[in-house]
């Protein structure tokens, strides 16, 4: 027991005396045992369907006065506006979903007792899609959209006996009007930045829930009793629908966006007066001048053929055309952005 004892512990001493004077050859060992081990495959990365993002935009301006010649009022505006997207893909399935909301005011000493908004706007939209093939351009789709606005707008302002300003001549209110429309039938993407959707089945509704100031008769809506201002709240319609979108950047600084969608109601059409499609046209450019700060341009258009306007004469089609502009630099904040 004692020999065996002994001849380990001199094999030991013998052993650590070789790899001392042969560093290199240890590592060359070490080495090749590890690279003879077993490799466990990598996990397969797991998939990811849903994308999301939100993007908040807040624009404030100022003005203040004192003793100024040229005359004018102190004033204090502000505007914010959301825009979030929900988006899910997977194999020939996609769901897109996209909230855009707007509002902005202003205060100005010349009315000091009320706020004037300068911009209004609920704008949702919902598109389930899928691929007739997978390398195919064609997708078949349903889709849903809801806009309308926060609060009244008024045409003018006046003031009563303790000359206190109030809002006259109202132009719409939340819900007065609202769209709503759900569109059946095919969409077109030739590329990522362009597509174009085909929908010949679309049913959608108007609806003007506030009947101050004859704003149901304003909108379209159908005649209950005119010679006492009945209408109802809501004008149905069917038609076909054509919705095309584009979108465009430059080294991520610049975008353009723009909408155009088409409607042609087939059972309303002999109450037309003028063009008889209904036209929404929307475009957004921006231009990030940091990382936090934006300059924004946006653009609306709007013909409505159900629309009336008091001082415009009857088939003045193109005298109906509405257009808005809003110019104005943002802090912009990017909330999530997530795939």
């Known amino acids: 027991m004692k020999k065996s004892v002994i001849a380990f512990l001199a094999l030991s001493v013998l052993g650590t005396g070789v790899y001392a004077q042969n560093p ?28 999301r993002s939100l993007m908040v935009d807040l624009g404030f301006s100022q003005t203040g006065l004192v003793n100024w010649a040229a005359g004018g009022y102190n004033t ?10 929900i988006n899910y893909a997977k194999d020939l399935t996609k769901w897109d979903n996209r909230l855009q909301m707007d509002y902005g005011f202003f205060w100005s000493a010349d009315k000091p007792n009320i706020l004037q908004k300068s911009t209004d706007r ?19 789709t349903a889709g849903l959209d809801f806009k309308s606005q926060f609060s009244d707008t008024w045409g003018a302002y006046k003031q009563d006996a303790n000359e206190k300003w109030y809002g006259d001549n ?40 506030d009947e101050r100031n004859s704003l149901r008769k304003t909108y379209g809506m159908p005649v209950i009793d ?23 950047s ?4 610049f ?27 929307d475009n957004k450019i921006s231009w990030m001048i940091s ?44 909330i999530a952005n997530k795939k």
């Open 291 to 334: 990382k936090l700060f934006k300059i924004g341009l946006s653009t609306w258009l709007i013909y409505d053929p159900f629309v009336e306007f008091d001082d415009i004469p009857e088939g003045n089609a193109f005298g109906k055309v509405q257009f808005k502009e809003f110019l104005s630099v943002n802090f912009t904040w990017m």
């Open 170 to 209: 109202l132009k719409s209110a939340f819900f007065s009007p609202a769209y709503l429309n759900l569109a059946l039938g095919m969409q077109w993407t030739p590329n990522q930045w362009f597509n174009i959707n085909l929908a010949p089945l679309t049913g959608g509704m108007v609806v003007c829930l």
């Open 255 to 281: 975008f353009v966006e723009t909408q155009l969608v088409l409607f042609y109601d087939y059972i309303n059409r002999p109450r037309y007066s003028g063009f008889p499609i209904r036209v929404n046209w």
């Open 122 to 140: 609920i704008y949702l939209e919902s598109k389930f899609a899928y691929k007739t093939s997978k390398d195919s351009k064609w997708d078949y």
């Open 226 to 248: 005119a010679a006492q201002g009945l209408y109802r709240p809501v004008l149905f319609q069917f038609g076909a629908q054509v919705k095309a979108n584009a979108s465009a």
């Open 250 to 253: 430059v080294n991520d600084k």
């Open 76 to 85: 204090v505006s502000l505007a914010a506006s959301l825009d979030g997207k």
């Open 24 to 51: 290199a050859g240890a590592a060359e060992e070490a080495v090749k045992t590890i690279a003879g081990a077993p490799v466990e495959p990598a996990a397969p990365a797991k998939p990811v369907y849903w994308t």
